[in-house]
């Protein structure tokens, strides 16, 4: 059986693997990088934490992306070991978000709800487009769950900043930009939880993980 070459098959098809995920990483990043800088600047001129901390949202899923291509076609060690810093960065980015909240609670706030909604529908449909690149890996290792988990948590956070310009042009409050930046500042630091959860193991003791991972 040594000639029929099973091994170098199965090493073919690995690549072909690590390549479209490579592809797919580095697409959703240029889009995550472009969306930060747009949402962030959108987001400073209408005056609103909820497009504020979407567009960090953006950002921290771009240093995801950036985390993921590094280590394709790694050692479980070095995906996890990403992961973690993933998690990491999702609570800094869900603390940050709160803060900004704060801060907008003691100074005030007048968001313009028009350019909310333009800025944050411009995101979805970007984001849809990622979210429907990276569904075929959402079963793969944590590195890839990982970045399926932070496209999922772009569409409700775009759809929440939608939704709250829609009120804030009803009512003219800025509570429910206040609200919408609160909850994505917890969708933050949930993901974070549950991506720390899952990857801490597999990076303190990953000859464990593989070996549950690859018992019959």
Same mark, same amino acid.
């Given at each position: 059986?040594?000639?029929?070459?099973?091994?170098?098959?199965?090493?073919?098809?690995?690549? &072909?693997?690590?390549?479209?995920?490579?592809?797919?990483?580095?697409?959703?990043?240029?889009?995550?990088?472009?969306?930060?800088?747009?949402?962030?600047? #959108?987001?400073?001129?209408?005056?609103?934490?909820?497009?504020?901390?979407?567009?960090?949202? *953006?950002?921290?899923?771009?240093?995801?992306?950036?985390?993921?291509?590094?280590?394709?076609?790694?050692?479980?060690?070095?995906?996890?070991?990403?992961?973690?810093?993933?998690?990491?960065?999702?609570?800094?980015?869900?603390?940050?978000?709160?803060?900004?909240?704060?801060?907008?609670?003691?100074?005030? #706030?007048?968001?313009? #709800?028009?350019?909310?909604?333009?800025?944050? &529908?411009?995101?979805?449909?970007?984001?849809? #487009?990622?979210?429907?690149?990276?569904?075929?890996?959402?079963?793969?290792?944590?590195?890839?769950?990982?970045?399926?988990?932070?496209?999922?948590?772009?569409?409700?956070?775009?759809?929440?900043?939608?939704?709250?310009?829609?009120?804030?042009?009803?009512?003219? *409050?800025?509570?429910?930009?206040?609200?919408?930046?609160?909850?994505?500042?917890?969708?933050?630091?949930?993901? *974070?939880?549950?991506?720390?959860?899952?990857?801490?193991?597999?990076?303190?003791?990953?000859? &464990?993980?593989?070996?549950?991972?690859?018992?019959?």
């Amino acid at each position: 059986m040594s000639g029929c070459h099973c091994d170098d098959t199965a090493s073919t098809l690995s690549q &072909a693997r690590d390549a479209t995920r490579r592809r797919v990483l580095w697409t959703v990043l240029a889009i995550n990088a472009a969306l930060f800088v747009g949402e962030f600047t #959108a987001g400073w001129w209408a005056d609103s934490s909820a497009l504020q901390a979407d567009s960090l949202d *953006s950002l921290g899923d771009a240093g995801v992306y950036a985390l993921s291509l590094a280590v394709v076609g790694g050692s479980l060690r070095q995906r996890n070991g990403a992961a973690v810093v993933k998690g990491l960065l999702q609570g800094l980015f869900g603390l940050v978000v709160l803060a900004e909240v704060l801060r907008r609670l003691l100074t005030g #706030a007048d968001p313009l #709800a028009p350019l909310m909604a333009g800025a944050a &529908a411009i995101a979805l449909l970007a984001n849809l #487009a990622c979210f429907g690149l990276l569904m075929r890996f959402r079963g793969e290792d944590l590195n890839m769950r990982s970045v399926w988990l932070c496209s999922r948590n772009d569409l409700a956070s775009n759809t929440g900043v939608i939704a709250a310009a829609g009120i804030v042009a009803l009512t003219g *409050s800025a509570w429910p930009d206040i609200a919408v930046g609160t909850l994505i500042a917890l969708l933050f630091l949930h993901t *974070s939880w549950q991506v720390l959860r899952e990857a801490w193991p597999g990076w303190r003791h990953p000859a &464990a993980i593989e070996s549950r991972d690859t018992t019959p």
